[in-house]
C-alpha cells in the first residue's frame, strides 16, 4: 500500500467547533500527523456534549493526537512553543487577535519556525 498522501506532514491544530476539527480531520484522514491542541486541562469542551452533541469529539477527532494545556501556566505555553517549532502547519479558528494574545500569532511564530505554514 503506498504511503498517505500527507504522510509526514506535522499539523498542530488550535480549533473549536465544526469547520475547525472537519478541516484537521480531513488532514488527518489524508495522513497527516495533527496534534490537536486542547486549550483547558480537562480538555475540549466538545468531548462532554450530550443529546444530539455526543459523539461529535469523536467522530471529528479521529486520527489525531490530542493535548491538553492549561495556557495560563507558563510550562504550557512552553511545551505548546516547542511543538510548533517543529510543526509544519498551525490551523486555528479563532476570532482575530485571539492566537496572538496566547503569544503563537504569526510574527511571533515566524521568528522560531519561518517554514511553518500558517
Not at 506532514?9 to 497527516?32: I, Q
Not at 490537536?36 to 480538555?43: F, L, N, Q, S, T
Not at 491538553?68 to 505548546?80: H, I, M, Q, Y
Request: net charge positive; hydrophobic share 45%.
Amino acid at each position: 500500500m503506498p504511503p498517505a498522501p500527507l504522510a509526514g506532514l506535522r499539523v498542530v491544530e488550535f480549533v473549536h467547533m465544526v469547520m475547525g476539527p472537519a478541516c484537521g480531520l480531513v488532514l488527518a484522514d489524508l495522513g497527516a500527523d495533527v496534534i490537536k491542541v486542547e486549550p483547558r486541562p480537562d480538555g475540549d469542551n466538545t468531548r462532554r456534549l450530550t443529546g444530539s452533541g455526543a459523539g461529535f469529539f469523536v467522530m471529528f477527532n479521529r486520527n489525531k493526537r490530542s493535548l491538553a494545556v492549561d495556557f495560563k501556566r507558563p510550562e504550557g505555553v512552553a511545551l505548546v512553543q516547542k511543538l510548533l517549532v517543529k510543526a509544519d502547519v498551525l490551523i486555528e479558528n479563532f476570532r482575530p487577535g485571539a492566537m496572538g494574545k496566547l503569544g503563537f500569532g504569526y510574527a511571533a511564530l515566524a521568528a522560531t519556525n519561518p517554514r511553518l505554514i500558517y
